[in-house]
């Protein structure tokens, strides 16, 4: 099958690439392994930032009508104990709690409503990325570009030679839907201790979702931590993930370009995965129609590279600060427990940067 482009991964990356490439009246195949809906390892907050992206595309309605729970501030915890507090200037503008079963769906369905062609349940074996030859258990997939939007562990870049050289993470993700506890506020409550940290939060009137990042040579059980802070708390069936974080990915090669978490993954505490991976996706289709007119994707693809990049020394400076405290959350510990509370001059900046509506 021949496409103009072919976009595996139909996460927030991947869909709204091939929404703004269709509306531009490319071919788009856009393929997944998975069938969807389908529930995603996540914290499923949106980051205020992608309102600029939802109203630029003409989505901010329909985004807006989707089921959500409006987060009104967060509070970080250390061991139980609360160090500081922030209420959101915007909350009617402010980070939203979204199911990813919901919003990735939602997404998927625009870009065939663009006119992408969606093949769900496609398992990619192999990727000829001089050629633009994707080979799928649906079979070979054609395209002038070929995006990888397929996320962290992302089977594009390791077949294309993209894919940093393997180093151990013996950080893992953890995420579970439970019943609301009837105190729960508004707020996103972010717990820190020894072996990781969790974040707490409602989904809707009735549900909350948990999502839990820890030191596996330390704990690989998350009911654990949730009873010890959050209790009662029954046993729950919880999603995994594996790493958390990674080296960043060569971003192309030949035909390929990765977007989202296939070429960078985000310290997932600040709620910035989305908002990067929309951002991302959508640079790379926006590049590619200008490469397309030019009838020039070499020259394309040197732009994306060069943008992809500033944009991230732009944009993710809070979250690699944010990063480089938490990768060792006992350390982490031990200074907030010297400290008695955060200083909230640097916490209010990072989170103005983390927060600020785009």
């Not at 927030?12 to 788009?28: F, T």
């Not at 993954?265 to 590619?288: D, K, N, S």
Request: glycine share 8%.
């Amino acid at each position: 099958m021949s496409h103009d482009a072919v976009i595996v991964g139909a996460a927030p990356a991947g869909s709204l690439a091939a929404l703004v490439l269709a509306r531009a009246g490319k071919r788009v195949a856009l393929l997944d392994r998975a069938a969807f809906p389908r529930p995603k390892v996540c914290g499923n907050c949106v980051n205020p930032s992608t309102w600029a992206i939802w109203q630029r595309l003409g989505l901010a309605k329909s985004f807006a009508a989707l089921p959500h729970h409006a987060t009104t501030g967060f509070a970080i915890h250390c061991e139980g104990r609360p160090v500081f507090e922030h209420d959101f200037p915007s909350p009617d503008r402010g980070p939203r709690v979204v199911s990813r079963e919901v919003l990735d769906d939602w997404l998927r369905r625009e870009a065939e409503r663009a006119g992408a062609e969606f093949f769900p349940e496609t398992t990619v074996t192999g990727v000829d990325a001089v050629a633009g030859v994707v080979t799928t258990s649906r079979g070979e997939f054609r395209g002038e570009l070929v995006i990888g939007a397929d996320g962290r562990n992302s089977q594009v870049a390791r077949l294309a030679g993209l894919m940093p050289p393997p180093r151990r993470c013996h950080r893992v993700g953890w995420q579970a839907i439970i019943e609301a506890p009837p105190a729960l506020d508004d707020h996103v409550h972010m717990h820190v201790f020894e072996e990781g940290y969790f974040g707490f939060s409602r989904t809707d009137d009735t549900h909350a979702v948990i999502s839990m990042v820890l030191d596996a040579r330390r704990s690989q059980d998350p009911d654990r931590f949730a009873r010890r802070y959050l209790p009662p708390f029954a046993p729950t069936e919880w999603l995994r993930l594996n790493p958390i974080t990674r080296a960043n990915a060569e971003l192309t090669t030949g035909r390929v370009w990765l977007a989202g978490d296939a070429a960078r993954v985000v310290e997932p505490f600040t709620g910035e995965g989305i908002g990067f991976a929309l951002a991302t996706g959508t640079l790379a289709a926006e590049t590619a129609l200008r490469g397309f007119a030019r009838n020039d994707l070499a020259k394309a693809r040197k732009a994306y590279v060069w943008t992809h990049r500033a944009m991230y020394r732009r944009r993710a400076w809070a979250n690699l600060l944010v990063h480089s405290v938490l990768v060792d959350p006992a350390r982490t510990v031990r200074l907030v427990r010297r400290m008695e509370r955060l200083p909230r001059g640097v916490v209010s900046l990072l989170s103005r940067r983390v927060h600020a509506v785009g």
